[in-house]
């Protein structure tokens, strides 16, 4: 298949999307599909750039800038966005080009006029892959309330569910998000879990062995830390475990909290967490392997359901986890069900601890802890499963229409 793949975000960036979007075009192309990964850039004085990305064509759409600006200008500019890329595309080579299926990635919630006008030129189908239910966690983590702005996010969110096909969802639970539009006949509903590619050799820059936690069990956690994740808890874990000269905490990453969670770790004088800058995503896998233990955050008052991406890294990397989630999120009972860490949703330190404890105990008796981690990826979140999906439902709707 020819295949369109719209996205905000791509290498050279390192954020979880970025990463997960260069694992999906590169699998698109080793199944010997055509694909072209549309991009929206701020930051190029052409309108257009076309390149190769392993077997897959990139090609970068001037558009204007949306991230590290004011709110006001960020909404107008993400409004602009679809459009600028639509006029930029069609001065580039691909401008009469014709798809066999129109694929995007949300966030951004603000491609769906794009979508919308590949589909029509190209007559063809379209996959919504959404990881992300906006505005509907920012209620929920009370960043915003149901007033005008919540209104127009919604409606720009429910537009772009208008000119869906199909939507993957990442859980079960996202479902009932999703009824009303699944009133609609010839619209699909499917889980598409969060996918990872084999991992990278690269070598990492942070040696464990060369910090003050070497010889102990380590729990690392590499990612963003910002407010979605609600992360003070493992700094109250740690400190709770002080006393452990055989345990310590790793926290590699960036974000919004990232100071500041540093800051007070230094002002409790934790001598047994560390923190490092954000590396390479290709590093990741040689940091886990000095590891013992990956932790999973998410701020308690999330009310959707979320498999976060370095849930995938650990799984594949045969560690297991430790989980201080949302009450009644799907990925609890995964993480019970397969029997590959343990899990809080309470939100309550003195819990996590007795779970903390709980798990160091079974990572010294369960032999087949690792092996059962790594089963579940390969199961579950290998990145060859996710590509067959998205074009046997491409395929499916294309071999339906009238």
């Known amino acids: 298949m020819r295949i369109a793949l719209i996205a905000d975000t791509f290498p050279p960036l390192r954020t979880s999307g970025a990463v997960q979007l260069r694992d999906l075009a590169r699998e698109f192309a080793r199944q010997g599909h055509s694909l072209c990964v549309l991009l929206p850039v701020p930051d190029q004085s052409e309108p257009w750039k076309l390149e190769e990305f392993s077997g897959a064509q990139v090609l970068r759409l ?12 960020r909404t107008l500019a993400e409004l602009a966005m679809p459009f600028a890329m ?49 505005p509907e966690w920012a209620v929920d983590m009370g960043l915003m309330g149901r007033g005008l702005p ?7 969110a429910r537009y772009q569910y208008s ?85 310590g ?31 390479d995503p290709d590093e990741i896998p040689d940091l886990y392997a000095q590891c013992h233990v ?11 359901h979320n498999i976060p991406g370095k849930f995938l890294t650990y799984m594949q990397s045969g560690l297991p986890v430790l989980a201080n989630i949302n009450a009644g999120n ?36 369960d032999s087949g802890l690792p092996a059962r981690c790594t089963a579940l990826f390969e199961r579950e979140f290998a990145v060859e499963n996710t590509v067959k999906q998205i074009v046997a439902a491409l395929s499916a709707t294309e071999a339906g229409r009238p």
């Open 62 to 73: 001037k558009a204007p800038r949306t991230k590290d600006i004011g709110y006001v200008r």
């Open 86 to 134: 639509l006029r930029n595309l069609r001065k580039s080579p691909l401008a009469n080009e014709r798809w066999d299926g129109v694929v995007w990635y949300a966030p951004s919630i603000f491609h769906g006029p794009l979508v919308s006008s590949l589909k029509k030129s190209s007559a063809c189908k379209s996959y919504l892959i959404i990881r992300d239910i906006f």
């Open 150 to 156: 919540y209104r127009f996010f919604d409606a720009v």
């Open 163 to 247: 000119v869906a096909d199909v939507i993957g969802v990442q859980t079960p639970g996202n479902r009932r998000y999703f009824e009303p539009w699944l009133a609609h006949p010839g619209r699909h509903l499917e889980v598409l879990q969060n996918w990872l590619d084999k991992p990278s050799q690269m070598r990492c820059s942070i040696r464990v062995a060369q910090t003050v936690l070497a010889g102990r069990k380590v729990f690392v956690y590499a990612g963003n830390m910002g407010v979605a994740q609600g992360m003070d808890i493992l700094l109250d874990l740690a400190d709770k475990l002080r006393s452990r000269p055989d345990v």
């Open 249 to 279: 905490f790793l926290f590699v990453g960036r974000g919004s909290d990232a100071a500041r969670l540093k800051a007070a770790a230094q002002t409790k004088q934790l001598d047994n967490v560390v923190f490092f800058d954000e590396i």
């Open 294 to 304: 990956g932790i999973v955050a998410l701020d308690p008052r999330h009310k959707s």
């Open 330 to 365: 799907d990925l609890a009972q995964m993480i019970r069900d397969e029997r590959v860490g343990q899990v809080c949703e309470a939100n309550q330190v003195d819990e996590l601890l007795l779970l903390t404890e709980k798990l160091l105990d079974q990572i010294g008796t």
